[in-house]
């Protein structure tokens, strides 16, 4: 089974501080998504890696950057995080030519006061 | 560019009702169409999808879609829901971009609620 675990269920942070959000999937996966979950607006792509130290912008990139080293490992960072970025991400991670299934994460759960 | 329609944001249905969530899009290219299911304190996981052939596809715990080309449309249906369906199900197409079709669009959710 494909396993995608993102470091932390619930954060809280505070207005201006530089939040990382962990994502490591175990499959080998080239490919791994950032969403943002938002009542009654779905999933939103924050941004897209295709490949190690590759990345392209989603449709909301704006107050985000990623980072992605390894194969493994997708990260998303906040550089000062902001109330409206108050939140459910996602992690997910896909093969190429798995048919465009994607894998997800649990969760991170981000509460900015 | 591709998008998803979820006319039903929120659904009750009492236990043994039959199921039908809504799911239209637009899109020009080969279609492939997912539903994804997110269970109260669970990761999003996929439901079932349609590649090709029978339009009817059937997925896990007796969840089925059916894939009706003229109408772009992509319902999802059960004929008897209990209360474990509980969840948010959330319909989703691939978009075309620079890079091919690596990406999806999802709708926004469907919150299913089932009374015992």
């Known amino acids: 089974d494909v396993k995608v675990t993102q470091s932390s269920r619930y954060l809280v942070k505070r207005t201006g501080e530089k939040v990382f959000l962990e994502c490591v999937q175990d499959?080998?996966?080239?490919?791994m998504f950032w969403y943002r979950q938002d009542p009654g607006l779905g999933l939103r792509l924050i941004y897209f890696?295709?490949?190690?130290?590759?990345?392209e912008k989603g449709d909301i990139p704006e107050g985000y950057s990623v980072s992605r080293e390894k194969k493994e490992r997708f990260s998303l960072i906040l550089e000062s995080a902001s109330t409206n970025q108050t939140s459910m991400y996602l992690c997910?991670?896909?093969?190429?030519?798995?048919?465009?299934?994607?894998?997800f994460g649990a969760g991170t759960r981000l509460s900015v006061l | 560019a591709q998008s998803v329609s979820q006319h039903n944001h929120h659904v009750i249905l009492s236990e043994a009702a039959s199921l039908e969530l809504g799911c239209n899009y637009s899109?020009?290219?080969?279609?492939?169409l997912f539903w994804y299911v997110q269970y109260p304190g669970q990761h999003l996981q996929l439901l079932l999808k349609?590649?090709?052939?029978?339009?009817l596809v059937k997925g896990i715990k007796g969840f089925e879609a059916e894939f009706i080309k003229s109408k772009f449309s992509f319902n999802l249906r059960k004929p008897s829901v209990q209360w474990s369906d509980t969840a948010e199900y959330f319909c989703?197409?691939?978009?075309?971009?620079?890079?091919?079709?690596?990406?999806?669009?999802f709708g926004t959710g469907t919150k299913l609620q089932v009374i015992p």
């Open positions: 899109y020009g290219g080969t279609v492939n």
């Open positions: 499959m080998d996966h080239e490919n």
């Open positions: 989703a197409v691939p978009r075309a971009d620079s890079g091919g079709y690596q990406k999806v669009t």
């Open positions: 349609y590649f090709s052939g029978d339009p």
């Open positions: 890696s295709y490949d190690v130290k590759m990345k």
């Open positions: 997910a991670s896909r093969l190429p030519g798995g048919g465009n299934i994607q894998y």
